[in-house]
């Protein structure tokens, strides 16, 4: 990731920061926690953990099970003769509401993480595994829907673009004498999904 990227997100994030903070009179949860089933589909369902920093601005931790997103295993599982897989994903972000952190439309900022390791051609000669990790700069938008008092559902999507990086070894390094191929690299790649989260505000 380059540095600029890195500048303008933390200047984006320290942005939604220096928002007005709430009045004493406020009501607003001050934390909420959803999952998005969604990921099954996608790179794995995750769970959110949000604090509400203000009326207007929720920082975001999310941790994703990547190893059972369909996408990101059949992916994997096409292209060569995979035996295993595994991954997880994490990510920090910042969400910004038109009206209040309860309700309505939202944009934010993503910065995200995904590890995946993967196995391939079990018990032959040229068995092998690879670990990928993609750094990924995001942006998304939708809305929030309030049910009841308590509980809100998230709707919207997700789009950016991920550096990933790759390292591959045979299960057996001696196969590698005889096959001297580049076993890492790099490339850059899209990324998008769309969001639906079902959350509950705390305290």
Known sequence: MSKGVKYLLIVMLVGFSL???????SDYSKFAVSADPIGFLFFGPGIN????????????ANVRFVSFGLLAYSMRATANNMYDFGGMGYSIGANRFVENV???LYYGAI???DIQNTKYDENATFAWHEKTTTYGVLVNGGKRFKIGSRYYINAGAVVGIGVVNFNWEYDNPAVGIIDPEARE??????????????GVFLF
Do not use: M
């Open 19 to 25: 928002t007005p903070t709430f009045s004493q009179s």
């Open 49 to 60: 953990v949000g604090y509400v920093l203000n009326e207007k601005t929720v920082v975001n």
């Open 102 to 104: 309860e309700s309505g």
């Open 111 to 113: 910065l995200s993480l």
């Open 185 to 198: 690299g790099s490339s850059v790649i899209p990324i998008g999904g769309l969001e639906l989260a079902f």
